[in-house]
């Protein structure tokens, strides 16, 4: 059961939808019973009609106006010539009937068209409320609300896809697959509860059948918990620090990445004394690169002490790591010390300088680092770089690309509530082993908690809480 009670679904909401600023287009977006009635009051149309006529999905020019204005001139003040939009309930984004004005994009006429809808009877939203009522009044479920802001966020194609199956509800539907799963064989165990052939004993053949039907579910839950990593990768991309001794090349290999020319490049060792930060698209995967100040024991002043230590809590925080090694020369000790740093941790080795005769034997980076995947490249002369931007790919994904019809669960909310509804199926499958002595009625209960964990997913048992969870993070005109 849906709970509204802190939500007043009688208000009639406003909002501007568009970011403030000059630019071309700006929305105030309103909705409610009483929409149309304030429009009717501060909205003009060319032909004179009112929009409380207007039919559903018609576009119509205007002018919004201030009848309140006691100025010299004839007629109300004009405060801006805009495109109203009318969408009448139920047919609408949230159900209700809407009105959008297209004002010109700018601080005054945007604030002033939105003080004036408030005046009249409407109330500011609050953040993502006009999503909450379209799930509050049933066009949308949870999850495809929390897949709107995962558009808002997308930040690659590949992304954006995932959030788009499901706003299109493909997730929801694997996971109703899930709850009726549940449900029949919450009714059968029920079934033997209520007629049961021996007391507290399951019928052997009816047990086989729903454990079963149980592991399949679970094995179900598991493989969407694991795809859930490939969307986590996709919406807030993969932290990759660049890291290394003194003059290898990092700030070289993150220009060329980047396309661009972002960290200073000089043959002075010890340039870059702070971390630089900044988003690539590689494949669709979006990496936040992260340069790091070369890593030295040859702290010479507070500054370059302070650039290490930022260094290393980079590495510490990481998700992925290039270690790049100056391939032109032999290790040196700053090299060994950082090699034996990372042996545990996840990295890329980034050989360097291959337009330069080569002086590292590569033998003694195998010693420190074995079975390490290994790309050569030259930052400053753009070879190689493909290659290493395609292995990056490959190890994000352990070779196997994500599918354009990738459908997941997309946070954190939704996995943890499905790993509590798959521990509670684990317990009815464990509970109902041969060697146990487990009672029918504790089953039913292990499943009766995982239907309620399974809901909690796509609002079917909400709370307040859980909808101060989900739309927290909405912008106040979405």
């Given at each position: ?5 802190r ?35 501060i ?53 209700e ?43 949308i479920?949870a ?62 053949k ?25 969307v ?48 690539v ?17 040859s ?29 032109s ?66 190890f ?30 684990n ?52």
């Open positions: 059961m849906r709970d509204m009670t939500t007043n679904l009688d208000d009639t909401i406003a909002a501007i939808s568009t970011p403030l600023g000059e630019g071309g287009i700006g929305i105030v977006r309103i909705s409610g019973k009483n929409a149309l009635r304030i429009a009717d009051k909205f003009i149309s060319k032909d004179g009609k009112k929009p409380s006529q207007f039919k559903t999905y018609t576009v119509h020019y205007g002018h919004i106006v201030d009848n309140k204005c006691n100025r010299k001139s004839k007629g109300p003040f004009i405060i801006d010539e805009v495109i109203l939009t009318v969408m009448r309930s139920p047919r609408s984004y949230t159900r009937d809407v009105v959008e004005i297209n004002c010109h994009s700018g601080i005054v006429p945007l604030r002033k068209t939105l003080e004036l809808v408030l005046e009249n009877g409407g109330r500011l939203a609050e953040p993502g409320e006009f999503t909450k009522r379209a799930f509050l009044n049933g066009r479920d999850v495809q609300a929390e897949s709107v802001l995962e558009i808002i966020k997308a930040k690659t194609e590949l992304s954006l896809r995932a959030a788009n199956n499901n706003l299109r509800g493909r997730l929801s539907e694997k996971i109703s697959k899930i709850r009726n799963g549940l449900l029949d064989v919450y009714a059968r165990l029920e079934a033997e509860i209520n007629f049961p052939e021996e007391e507290d004993v399951v019928n052997k009816v047990k086989y059948s729903i454990v079963k039907r149980l592991c399949s579910i679970s094995e179900k839950m598991k493989e969407m918990l694991d795809s859930a990593r490939e986590k990768i996709l919406r807030q991309g993969v932290r990759t620090v660049i890291c290394g001794s003194p003059n290898v090349g990092k700030s070289s290999l993150m220009n060329a990445l980047l396309k661009e020319s972002r960290s200073i490049v000089t043959h002075i060792p010890g340039t870059t004394r702070d971390t630089i930060e900044e988003i698209n590689i494949k669709g995967v979006p990496l936040i690169l992260v340069d790091t100040a070369g890593i030295t024991s702290i010479k002043d507070p500054a370059t002490k302070e650039g290490v230590k930022r260094s290393l809590q980079s590495i510490r925080d990481a998700d992925l790591i290039l270690l790049v090694l100056d391939s020369r032999k290790l040196n000790k700053e090299d060994i010390k950082i090699m034996e740093e990372l042996k545990d941790r996840d990295l890329i080795i980034v050989l360097n300088k291959i337009d330069l005769k080569r002086g590292l034997n590569f033998r003694d980076v195998r010693r420190f680092l074995p079975g390490r995947l290994t790309v050569r490249v030259s930052a400053l002369k753009l070879l190689g770089i493909e290659d290493l931007e395609s292995e990056i790919y490959n994000i994904f352990k070779g196997k690309a994500p599918s354009p019809d990738l459908v997941s669960l997309s946070n954190a909310r939704q996995c943890e509530a499905l790993q509590r509804s798959m521990e509670e199926v317990l009815a499958i464990e509970g109902l082993d041969e060697n146990k002595s487990v009672p029918i009625d504790c089953i039913s209960i292990y499943i009766r908690s995982a239907i309620e964990e399974i809901d909690r997913i796509t609002g079917g048992n909400v709370t307040e809480e859980m909808l101060d969870t989900i739309f927290s993070e909405f912008c106040i005109g979405k």
